[in-house]
């Protein structure tokens, strides 16, 4: 078992050693490593001196700061269990509070931090069970848009022991929310190779290109959905983004048409698909080259394999399990990521999640190859395509349009219907057309919504 101390003890030493260097430039405000550790240990005597302790859920409402993160590797020195809550969250904070079983709620949106007891002595099995071992957790929440949201809880000294060998240092903007196990992944990736973690004040285009070009960012992490934004928004010109190095996309499927226009927008900026799940964690990932949609993904760590076109993982930094769900692992350990793929030796293509693929009388449509066909037409901005119910074919293929410039419905759907019929099979042929605005197809993750 990895002792999470000799982990947390690892980035102190290296925090020390970068004393001076610039961990966070702070929506403008410049902090030190050196400012980082002190702070850290200020948190701890503050979470101490409330009443934390080890084993205790405790919900921390905030978004990216140093004080944040400070606090964030002071509780996880407590062995207290972390349940970070943003702004944005998908989850209603009265749910949070129930599945974790929060003992404490810390306040961090305020010009003061506040910590409040909830009375909840934590009871579940995997919680106790993490306690007993004198671990610290991590809990996480999956989005909740198809259900109820599944809690997630993580061994945060197995997540940790990722992080034992220090990466290059980079200066990246922190994209993932910090709820999310890419923002956790992109922040101890990003200060733990001694580099520069630049936050944003929203996710906008605007406010995302003003900080690369102000402190020089050189790593984007973002999804798909944001890229789109990017280059359609016409804004690219007014900024000096020459100092990006690597762009890396994920959490929805890319399309073509979007990765094709990026690779022109920024010619010599490495393009990499980067694949990983909450449950899971992020896998070490590679795109067959910057214009492919094909990766192949694994690393130290992980195991793959497609049975019948699913990709499952065997991950060493897998959850301990969800608090309100069954495992999701098979008794070898395997986990079900729902992702269907195509395959060609060592390389894959990411098609779609299962729960988004739409049936129609039978025959199963992915969301994702219509709205490519789509994406092709002019006066395209962007496109959502999703299934709703029909009382024939039970499912019916709607797609949800964002246009360039105005274009009435009827010969939007007519251009549509058209341009589909002559790449795909009748069946995948949308029913409806619907004019949106692009506040109506991203969620505030910046990921496209697929629902009706």
């Known amino acids: 078992m990895t002792d999470p101390d000799?982990?947390?003890?690892?980035?102190?030493?290296?925090?020390?050693?970068?004393?001076?260097?610039?961990?966070?430039?702070?929506?403008?405000?410049?902090?030190?490593?050196?400012?980082?550790?002190?702070?850290?240990?200020?948190?701890?005597?503050?979470?101490?001196?409330?009443?934390v302790a080890p084993g205790d859920p405790v919900v921390v409402l905030g978004d990216y700061s140093p004080e944040v993160f400070a606090l964030l590797l002071a509780l996880l020195r407590r062995r207290a269990i972390v349940v970070p809550v943003t702004g944005e969250s998908l989850v209603e904070l009265v749910t949070v509070l129930e599945l974790s079983e929060a003992a404490?709620?810390?306040?961090?949106?305020?010009?003061?931090?506040t910590i409040r007891a909830t009375g909840t002595q934590a009871g579940h099995p995997l919680i106790r069970g993490l306690a007993s071992r004198g671990v610290p957790g991590l809990i996480l929440f999956s989005s909740g848009s198809t259900g109820r949201p599944k809690a997630i809880l993580h061994d945060m000294a197995a997540v940790l022991a990722k992080f034992r060998r220090p990466g290059t240092p980079i200066t990246a903007i922190a994209f993932l929310m910090l709820d999310h196990f890419g923002g956790i992944n992109t922040i101890f990736s990003i200060l733990g190779g001694s580099g520069t973690v630049v936050t944003v004040e929203d996710r906008s285009v605007l406010t995302i290109c003003r900080a690369i070009e102000a402190n020089r960012v050189e790593v984007l992490p973002t999804t798909p959905s944001f890229l789109n934004l990017l280059i359609r928004s016409g804004v690219l010109a007014r900024f000096d983004l020459g100092s990006l190095r690597k762009i890396t996309y994920g959490t929805?499927?890319?399309?073509?048409?979007?990765?094709?226009?990026?690779?022109?927008?920024?010619?010599?900026?490495?393009?990499?698909?980067?694949?990983?799940?909450?449950?899971?964690g992020v896998l070490r990932s590679r795109s067959r080259e910057d214009g492919s949609l094909w990766v192949r993904i694994g690393g130290e760590g992980f195991e793959t394999k497609v049975l019948d076109g699913i990709l499952w993982i065997r991950s060493e930094y897998a959850m301990v399990g969800y608090l309100?769900?069954?495992?999701?692992?098979?008794?070898?350990?395997?986990?079900?990521?729902?992702?269907?793929?195509?395959?060609?030796?060592?390389?894959?293509?990411?098609?779609?999640?299962?729960?988004?693929l739409i049936n129609v009388a039978g025959q199963k449509v992915y969301p994702a190859e219509v709205e490519q066909a789509i994406l092709a037409l002019p006066n395209i901005r962007d496109v959502a395509v999703f299934g709703e119910p029909h009382p024939l074919l039970g499912n019916a293929v709607v797609a949800r349009v964002v246009t360039e410039t105005p274009e009435s419905a009827a010969d939007l759907k007519i251009r549509i219907r058209t341009a589909c019929a002559a790449e795909l099979a009748a069946f995948k042929l949308p029913t409806r057309v619907l004019l949106a605005d692009e506040a109506d197809l991203y969620s505030v993750r910046l990921k496209k919504r697929r629902r009706a």
């Open 6 to 51: 000799d982990i947390l003890d690892l980035l102190a030493a290296r925090f020390a050693g970068a004393a001076g260097s610039t961990a966070f430039v702070d929506r403008g405000r410049t902090v030190t490593y050196g400012a980082l550790l002190a702070e850290t240990d200020a948190a701890g005597a503050w979470a101490a001196g409330a009443g």
């Open 324 to 356: 309100n769900a069954p495992s999701g692992f098979d008794g070898d350990g395997w986990f079900n990521t729902e992702d269907r793929v195509e395959v060609d030796g060592e390389w894959v293509r990411i098609l779609g999640r299962d729960s988004d």
């Open 104 to 113: 404490w709620v810390v306040d961090t949106r305020g010009p003061e931090r």
């Open 252 to 280: 929805e499927v890319m399309p073509q048409q979007t990765l094709d226009r990026v690779r022109a927008a920024f010619p010599g900026v490495v393009l990499q698909q980067t694949y990983g799940l909450s449950e899971l």
